[in-house]
């Protein structure tokens, strides 16, 4: 058995369906993170791990005892809230102190430990400090100090990022990650940006309209989606409608492509998996290959995004910037390793 | 300043001065040395001061109305805030009806309440008595502090009792180390307000009081029935003082808690 198992979590809000049936189990020390858009209930699961939603169905057991029907503030969960909700009246180490007081930590082991979570956060001499009088980072820090003091037995970060701006957000990621490797706290992160999943957990559960719809390392989900919904939210993909030709096997703008041919199915492929070569040269070994002419290239950076149009369609290839690219208007061959190929089913409107 | 913002800003002053226009007049009349309202005053002089200090009725009724409003504002918050907290955080059936029921007497006339207390205290014997009229100026200021805590409540900031929660407090313990430090500004409004509400709340009194008991808006309505002289005037300046002090004082311990809180 697992450290920590939710099993056939239900939660409904009158006829609508915020969590629908998900069942998870998580190893001790193991990061997992639920990934998935707005709506999709991952921060509904991880409210009702913590207790502040009760669900209408299924279980949850941690280290071999139910706590489904354990109120919150027995639960002894590390929870980091999205708006970090420090308390507005208390003092930087009131509000770490605040879990150890509630379960009557002697105050000579109070004033050690939140020394200690300070340090482990960089806040030291922040003591007195009110939270407003603190940046976002460093509410953060407080927020997180404030919920790993009390040693919890599972860590939960909800979106706890998502208020930073993009370079203070890549640094609390690694800072996070070390500290949860470091002290191998089971943790648990809800988030909507992949980045942020891929970087920072040891598994990812896609969740998707309230099911989880795959879980896997983030390779498993990146390399090998196993609905459309992955392979559409994580990483981009070229989504290409496969039709028939004349012999009946599968194409796409009218070329035949190696693949099943499916009715009603679209054909997956990465743009960073796709190259582009001369019209001219043949097609290699276990190469894909679709025809079409370049209608733009775009420098974005670290790569150039060229954009092909062929009977029917447009598809994305991102080639490593350096390459020389293109030139726009030109005729060109897409080619892709077959075995980047991926085939999903259109879902019924 | 552009043309409109001076317009408006004319407009706003015009409108200012008509409502603060008769507070002018009450506190020239306040001081006048007439013996009877005349406006302008012939004289000025501290005269009806000294009246009134040594007027009994108006004094003993003063002192009343303070008493009232006194206990009216502790009975109020000792009923209305669990009612707030059980109305904002609990979860039961029949809580929006609950809800409705507790503003209603704020929609009623007072002029209804009145007479229904009348026609309801008289057998119990509870007219022109002190609890009789707390009793009355709670059917006010009861609603009143429900309505003002559930809004201060809903307002707290999000999650911020989840946290404590999760940080291994018991309900009750958010309450007492979360919820009531962050509402300690609209607690200190709604104990103020509920006083004042008390204190100036004329017409179910005037329903209810009796010669025995008779609280200082009731007393000052007969006076000026009866007599014609400043003293109501000097009166008057001297519960606006009060007043202002009230909310100075409160504006300064709110403007603190916020300080302290947010």
Redesign the interface.
Known sequence: MSYLELSGLQKRYGNSVAVDDVSLAVEQGESVALLGPSGCGKTTTLRML???IEPNRGTMTLDGSEITQL?????????V???Y?????LSVARNIA??LE??GVGRAEIAKRVEEALALVRLAGMEQRRP?ELSGGQQQRVALA??LV?QPSVLLLDESLSNLDAKLRDAMRHEIRSIQRSLGITTLLVTHDQVEALTMCDRIAVMHRGRIAQIGSAEDIYERPATRFVAEFVGRANVLPIQRDAQGRAAVWGQAVPVEAAANADLFVRPQRMRIVPASEPTGDGMARLTGRVLRSVFVGDHVEVLVEGAGGQLTVEMPSGMAAPTEGGEVAVVWPRAESRVFAREAP | MTGAGRVLSGFAALVYALILAPIVVVVMLAFSADNFILFPPSGYSLRWFNQLASNGPLLTALWLSVRIAAVVTLLSLAIGVPAALALAKGRFAGKEALSGFFLAPLLLPTLITGLALLLFFSPLKLTATLPGLVLGHMTVTVPFVIRMMTTALANL????E??????????W??VR??TL??ATPGLIACACLSFLLSFDETVISLFIAGPRASTLPVEMVRYVEGRTDPLIAALSVVLIVATLVVVLVVERLVGVARA???
């Open positions: 913590a207790g502040l109120p919150a503030h027995k639960r002894n969960m590390g929870y809230f999205q708006s909700a420090l308390f507005p009246h605040f879990g509630e379960r407003k404030r919920a009390i | 900031p999000d999650d911020i989840a946290a404590a929660a999760t940080l291994g407090a018991s309900p313990r958010v180390r979360v430090p962050l302290v809180g947010k």
